[in-house]
């Protein structure tokens, strides 16, 4: 089937710029091709949103769970010493947050990383490892808010995109 | 009465670079004293609070509530095209999330603002102006998650700090 033009997909720079880990229920979840700083991306799965406001309450809080998750998965992996969480998207105009996991000796510390230093691309070795560890922590169940009326989303569980 | 070193203050970097507007249900709204966008703060009243996650979960969500009811206030009196939306820290540990709205014209556009050009201060009419028109927004109830068992706060109304 052709998707139709009312259909979610990633945006372009998005695709180009990252990997696919899984889809969370709310959000894709990238990673970024750039070794200098373990750096994830989520992008909701909501047409023609740019800005946090443009999500309806529910998905704003849904978003904050899996702010929280994926932070938690990152700073697991790397021990980090900050993370840097973002909705900026000047260029970019869908969605996307990045959760980057800063340490004092990475190279922009303790600059923001955007526009800091060239990207490194990974060695496809250690993204493997990287995407492989992730998905890991994704198959643990992903909480979603319940409404009291019982109308929240159920489906807890995470897919794969990749 | 003295405060007690375990009570929470404000990080004095952030008293220096801000006014304060008013105070939310978990957090401190602040205005940026940088003219070259209208650029607001919220800094959760949680101790030892670095990164998000260093929140409950609750927090977490009241977090969110705020940053949306923030972004709206800015994007209704600023019209902007932009808002971007980042907790970063990497230099005032003290967890802050930043609220800039941002514009095609502004002088830092599209890059982030963090480090682009330097501050301008406002003129107090300009800076008091702002915060009337903030405080002006805070009046209407800022809505706060209630669990199903009705123990979620409800004290909906916010205070004024300044």
């Known amino acids: 089937?052709?998707?139709?033009?009312?259909?979610?997909?990633l945006h372009p720079q998005l695709e180009h710029d990252t990997a696919a880990v899984g889809d969370l229920p709310l959000s894709r979840l990238l990673?970024?091709?750039?070794?200098?700083?373990?750096w994830l991306l989520l992008v909701p799965r909501r047409l023609a949103a740019s800005d946090i406001i443009d999500l309806d309450?529910?998905?704003q809080v849904q978003l904050m769970i899996e702010i929280a998750f994926a932070s938690r998965a990152l700073k697991d992996l790397t021990a980090c010493h900050k993370l840097n969480v973002a909705a900026?998207?000047?260029?970019?105009?869908?969605?996307h947050v990045h959760i980057v996991a800063r340490r004092p000796?990475?190279?922009a510390w303790p600059k923001p990383v955007w526009g800091a230093v060239p990207a490194r691309p990974y060695g496809a070795a250690e993204r493997e490892r990287y995407i492989a560890a992730l998905r890991g922590k994704i198959e643990l169940a992903i909480p979603t808010?319940?409404?009291?009326?019982?109308?929240?989303?159920?489906d807890g569980t995470a897919r794969y995109c990749g």
């Not at 089937?1 to 997909?9: D, L, N």
């Not at 808010?145 to 989303?153: C, K």
């Open 57 to 59: 309450e529910k998905d």
């Open 88 to 95: 900026i998207g000047n260029m970019v105009p869908q969605l």
């Open 145 to 154: 808010l319940t409404s009291p009326a019982g109308e929240g989303r159920q």
């Open 105 to 107: 000796d990475d190279p």
């Open 31 to 38: 990673l970024s091709n750039d070794a200098n700083y373990p």
């Open 1 to 9: 089937m052709i998707a139709s033009p009312t259909a979610w997909s």
